[in-house]
């Protein structure tokens, strides 16, 4: 009678066959053969032809070899006795999320969390758009540090990596540690954590990748910037000047920072009228470092169509929050070989600023705008989706630098104020 009761629960009984079952549809068979056959065996003897025992297909053995070349990712997927051919359509019922997956040999294999890593390396191959073909795809660079982060500890999932993967992965994990040293000018300049601002620039950089600089107002985005903007001049072989791009109300601070802390770098600022605009854009071609406001970039988008720089710098990023405005596409256009945001707010009011200045900063790099809701924000802000922040925070995490003044409180000196008491003149009087 238990094992009665027990068949019941997966099976349903034919009509005139006392003693007989029949299954009814694919969820019955996969939770007969999961969960109902171990129960059975439990009371007694169960007997099976090898046909149904092979029902249930073994894990695959997979592993997964990376390599450099120049700037892509040759990504190879060896599937052991599994047919490759069907790995296309086991990934997509992974994205999916089903239980099991039903081989083209009538065999249904489990999708637990041993094939995890394998889901990781589906979404990685989606977001980059790469199809898996005769098992190798080609990934961007900029997708090895979310790659590694992905597949490195996975069960079920070898990961092997060429020495150039490998020290990629090494300089993300420990930029503290590189090769990278200030301009000897500004070696007693910067504190602690600046010097580590200033080699995770120049670490992104190498690898002609970009990122966002969110340290907490006050804590010297600009002096890092431009100790990085110095070493690029000092390094040589680079004629190429440096556009930043920041609100007007900064635009003669920068030129102000870059004077008292690398008077060595030639700053244009370009100001005035139109026509006067247009007489700096001749002195761009001498220039190590070329700074303008938001507006005035939207303005002379001619100026800046045959123009080349070496990076493109945005501060106060969070200007560009809103993808459909002429000030991000404005510096979308700019022709440049890196790109770094600076902003202490990188979300101020929902996760699609951030899609924003990570579209500018590598396009591509996210999802489209639709698609970027549905997976991301979506589920983070109405369903409060832990895997989607994990999700977003591995795809994001290795490209943004925030440290809070809480953090780095002990370098940074002691508060200082000063009060100057200034009378109102009298026609001042009269207006107030």
Known sequence: NRAKRLLETYLEPETGKPGHYSLSGEEALFQLLEEGIPALLAMGEVYQTDAFRNLQAAPPKISVGVSVHGSVLDLEVDTGAFPVEELRELLQSLHQKKRYHRLRDGSLLRLDDSLEGLDELNDTLELSGAKLMDGHAALPLYRAPTLDWA????????????????????????VRDSEYTPPL??????????????????????YGMGGILADDMGLGKTVQVLSYLLALREQGGNPLPSLIVCPASLVLNWAEECQKFTPELNCVVVDGDAAHRAQLAEQWDGADVVVTSYDLLRRDETLYENQKFYACILDEAQAIKNHTTQKYKAVCGVNSRVRFALTGTPVENRLGELWSIFSFLMPGYLPPYKSFCSRFEKPITQENDPAA????????????????????????????????????????????
């Open 185 to 206: 000018s500004l070696q007693k300049t910067l504190r602690k954590y600046q010097r580590d601002g200033y080699r995770w620039l120049r670490t992104l950089d190498g």
């Open 389 to 432: 922040v994990r999700r977003l925070n591995q795809l994001t995490g290795p490209f943004i630098l925030r440290r809070m003044k809480s953090e780095v409180l002990k370098e940074l000196p002691p508060k200082t104020e000063n009060v100057y008491r200034i009378e109102l003149e009298e026609e001042q009087r009269k207006l107030y």
């Open 151 to 174: 597949l490195s500890g996975q069960n079920g999932l070898r990961f092997d990596r060429d020495d150039a993967f490998r020290r990629i992965s090494r300089s993300f994990h420990a």
